[in-house]
């Protein structure tokens, strides 16, 4: 490699003398024309390319490698196997709870007996806890109704609270019928559009209600597709404003009490929720390390969150991300790569409770940014993985179209623009590059914060995939000669 950057560096120094002599007859100390400093720039910049192509190139074999131990050799579907162990011991894992202590002291075991070297970073987080909750609809006829009670919500009184519906589609309708809502329970029966924009109803539905006099609120599952499942999620109370209890039904009740509003019939829901929130709790940032051999303090940071909400398994959202970051690090290290920086994983605490964990991380490590890399995150499934999301500068995007271009054997050579991650989210508008993972994700807002989040979901060898692409990506970006350019 050396080599062959001397030679391109000897080549490029010929081509700008050659630029020289033919731009410019000039007085040897005066200044370069314009068009000779454009052409230079060219030039540069040309080489540039070609020189990081020729080095991305020459990890072509690592990575297959790479990709042929995860997919086929020895590491197949071990990324599956340790996540349905994980699960099937564990469960889920909600911010504050005894679950997700005992997860994050498997997975300190765990990556110990793997030979990483591990450590725990002390974090504050949440407490929520659900408490037994029920709904009822009273009227017109009698209907058990599939409730989950919204992350922070308030619990109702204990004899529960019984009103009249009103049944909405959307904030404007609600403020339009506002002298309506008065004392009512407000029903939102939004339909699905995508999930960042339909998420707004379950973050801030409580809030807008009760800005117009609602009781309660009952939300529609933020969900493109129900078996009258309902699903759960964080909300948001709005400073000022009185808080007051909220919770997700499923599609089909939301649907049913539209329908049956207009019909111009009268709905009456009882609704009771135990629901409350406990003083912040004692938890942990998991870290894992392979310490780069050359520059040990630049860092190259994988990435997926140990916590869960507290129905399901929490295998897709986020046990996979989670794995594959670990995954990642036991290839290289079967192969006895060591690459020039470290690579970490971090396994995130309270992502769900709006990325606390990975908040407070960034707050400890922020004075180290310039040594910061990349930063991945995977939470979005592990399924059949088609291309990576890169968020950075101009330059940093041509490197890494040259490093998804290993991924050929695997067919996932895209780069696409916006790597996303709530927990990474603070690294990259700090200008730090990020990338995440694009997989096949049609039917990921089908299973997401449901009881339906179990390892059913999940299949082996898509995990396998993403394993390798991650491994790869990861390893090559840490392994060259200079970090990606901000």
């Not at 404003?241 to 049956?260: S, Y």
């Not at 920086?341 to 990975?358: C, F, M």
């Amino acid at each position: 490699m050396a080599q062959k950057a001397g030679l391109a560096s000897l080549l490029s120094l010929s081509v700008f003398l050659s630029v020289l002599s033919s731009l410019c007859d000039c007085h040897p100390h005066s200044a370069p024309s314009m068009s000779l400093v454009s052409a230079a720039r060219a030039v540069s910049n040309h080489t540039a390319r070609k020189d990081i192509a020729i080095e991305v190139a020459g990890y072509s074999d690592v990575a297959k490698q790479i990709i042929d131990l995860a997919v086929f050799g020895a590491a197949q579907n071990r990324s599956y196997r340790r996540l349905a162990d994980f699960t099937d011991t564990i469960g889920n894992r909600v911010s504050g709870s005894q679950d997700l202590e005992m997860a994050i002291k498997y997975m300190y075991k765990a990556m110990i007996q793997d030979g990483l070297d591990v450590h725990l970073e002390p974090v504050k987080i949440p407490h929520w806890v659900r408490g037994k909750e029920s709904a009822q609809m009273i009227a017109p006829r009698a209907k058990s109704l599939a409730i989950l009670g919204l992350g922070s919500s308030v619990g109702t009184p204990p004899e529960g609270i019984e009103a009249e519906v009103l049944v909405v589609r959307s904030f404007e309708e609600l403020k339009r019928r506002a002298s309506e809502a008065v004392g009512r329970i407000v029903v939102f029966n939004q339909p699905f559009v995508s999930y960042g924009e339909t998420v707004a109803y379950r973050a801030y539905g409580a809030s807008e209600a009760a800005k117009v006099g609602a009781v309660a609120t009952l939300i529609r599952s933020i969900t493109p597709f129900s078996i009258n499942s309902p699903h759960t999620g964080v909300q948001d109370y709005q400073d000022g404003v009185k808080r007051i209890p909220t919770a997700c039904i499923t599609v089909e009740d939301a649907e049913l009490m539209w329908r049956i509003a207009q019909r111009g019939q009268r709905t009456v829901v009882r609704l009771t929720m135990e629901a409350k929130t406990l003083p912040d709790a004692d938890s942990f940032n998991t870290v894992a390390e392979i310490t780069g051999w050359q520059h040990p303090e630049q860092v190259v940071l994988l990435s997926g969150h140990l916590d869960s909400w507290d129905v399901g398994q929490g295998a897709m959202d986020d046990g996979g991300g989670a794995m594959i970051s670990w995954e990642a690090l036991s290839i290289i290290k079967d192969l006895g790569l060591r690459p020039r920086r470290t690579l970490r994983t971090v396994l995130w605490t309270a992502e769900e409770q709006g990325g606390v964990g990975a908040q407070q991380y960034f707050n400890l490590h922020k004075v180290n940014m310039t040594n910061i890399d990349m930063v991945m995150e995977s939470d979005l499934g592990t399924f059949t993985p088609v291309a990576l999301q890169f968020t950075g500068s101009d330059a940093a995007r041509k490197v890494m179209k040259e490093v998804v271009q290993l991924l050929a054997p695997i067919n996932t050579t895209k780069l696409e623009t916006h790597g996303e991650g709530t927990d990474i989210s603070p690294w990259m508008k700090a200008g730090v590059p990020g990338a995440s993972l694009h997989v096949e994700d049609s039917k990921y807002f089908w299973f997401h914060h449901s009881e339906g989040d179990t390892m059913s979901v999940q299949d082996p060898r898509a995990m396998d995939l993403c394993s390798a692409l991650w491994a790869v990506v990861s390893y090559v970006v840490a392994d060259l000669e200079d970090m990606l350019p901000r």
